[in-house]
């Protein structure tokens, strides 16, 4: 991914919680990844037929997600109350 060339305007903040799920299926003839989060979903799809840069985005996609659950399960291991987090 290319390094991003004007600064982000703004940030979208979704809370995770029980509602909180992500899907895979199709959705008409292009594949759809919703990501649910209560009464919000975000949609990630094509804009028309599937292309080589589609394909890498969702490599990079998957590659930045499992980083980001690494960072998570890190945080939650390392922190004083996990006890009474995994209870």
Do not use: K, N, W
């Not at 008409?28 to 394909?55: C, K, M, N, R, Y």
């Amino acid at each position: 991914m290319t390094r991003r060339r004007t600064p982000r305007c703004s940030v979208i903040r979704l809370t995770t919680g029980h509602t909180a799920r992500t899907l895979r299926h199709p959705y008409g003839p292009e594949p759809v990844l919703a990501l649910d989060f209560g009464a919000t979903s975000v949609l990630v799809t094509t804009t028309g037929p599937v292309t080589d840069e589609d394909v890498e985005f969702a490599r990079q996609l998957a590659h930045e997600a499992t980083r980001f659950a690494r960072l998570l399960e890190r945080t939650v291991s390392t922190r004083p109350d996990r006890e009474q987090v995994a209870a």
